[in-house]
C-alpha cells in the first residue's frame, strides 16, 4: 500500500529500483580491466592518480578518463532506471554514449541540473589534433575530464550505498541531518521525481503542520 507522508525521493526508490539492479553494477565494476573501481582505495591510488600523471604529461591518454566518466554515469542511469545496458566489459562506446543522452533527455526535465551537467560532459572534448604536428592538445579539457570522473564517481558510490540501505532496512528515513552522500543521492532523486510532485508533497507536509498546530492551539484553550 502506498504511503501517502512517504518522502518522494525515497518512495521513488522503493518503487523503481531493484536490488537486483545495484548488484548487477557492483558485478560489472568489479570485473572492469582495471580492476574493482567501487574499491576506493585502489581507485584513486591506481587509476585516478594514473590519469592525474596523464595530465601533467599532457597526454592524450586522458580521453580514459572521461571514458570511465561517462562509464560511471550510465550506470547511475542503469540503477535509476535500468537503462542504458552495458556489455559485460564495461566497454564504454558512441553507441552507449547516444543512449545516455537519450535517457538524460528522456528522464529529467529540462532545467534539471543532473541532466544539464550529463549533457555538457558528455559533448566535452578530449582535445585538440594539431594538423601540422599531429600533436592532441589536451589542455583546455583536463580539468573537465577529470572533475566529471570524480563527479560521477562519487555519486554512484553514494547511490549504491543509500539505495541499498533503504531497500533492505524497512524502516530508514532520510534523516534531517543527513550526510553527504544522503544529501546527493536525496536531490538526484527528487530531480527524478520533478518540481510537481516535490511541490505537492512540500504542501501536503506544511498542511499537516498547520493542522496540527491548530489542533494545538485548540486543545491549549480548552
Known amino acids: 500500500m502506498k504511503n501517502e507522508t512517504e518522502e518522494p525521493a525515497l518512495e521513488y526508490i522503493h518503487e523503481n529500483i531493484a536490488l537486483q539492479r545495484i548488484e548487477h553494477v557492483e558485478k560489472l565494476t568489479r570485473s572492469y580491466a582495471v580492476g574493482d573501481l567501487l574499491d576506493i582505495e585502489k581507485y584513486f591510488n591506481s587509476t585516478l ?5 596523464r595530465a601533467h604529461k599532457g ?20 540503477v535509476l532506471f535500468g537503462e542504458p545496458k552495458f556489455n559485460s566489459k564495461l566497454i564504454f562506446d ?5 543512449k545516455i543522452r537519450r535517457v538524460l533527455k528522456k528522464r529529467f ?20 589534433r594539431d594538423k601540422k604536428s599531429g600533436w592532441i592538445n589536451v589542455d583546455p579539457y583536463v580539468f ?3 572533475g566529471g570522473e ?33 544529501g546527493i543521492v536525496l536531490y538526484l532523486v527528487e530531480e527524478v521525481v520533478g518540481k510537481e ?9 506544511y498542511s499537516g503542520t498547520t493542522r496540527n498546530s491548530e489542533q494545538k492551539r485548540i486543545t491549549n484553550k480548552s
Open 49 to 53: 592518480t594514473e590519469s592525474c600523471y
Open 109 to 128: 526535465e529540462k532545467d534539471s541540473y543532473f541532466r544539464k551537467y550529463g549533457l555538457k560532459y558528455l559533448a566535452t572534448k578530449t582535445g585538440d
Open 144 to 146: 573537465s575530464l577529470l
Open 94 to 98: 558512441s553507441n552507449i554514449e547516444r
Open 150 to 182: 570524480l563527479f560521477y564517481y562519487c555519486t554512484l558510490r553514494a547511490l549504491i550505498e543509500i539505495c541499498r540501505k533503504a531497500l533492505t532496512d524497512k524502516n530508514y528515513k532520510f534523516p534531517v541531518l543527513i550526510s553527504w552522500r544522503e
Open 197 to 205: 510532485k516535490m511541490i505537492e508533497y512540500l504542501k501536503k507536509q
Open 59 to 78: 597526454s592524450y591518454k586522458t580521453a580514459f578518463s572521461k571514458a570511465r566518466g561517462s562509464t560511471f554515469l550510465g550506470l547511475i542511469l542503469y
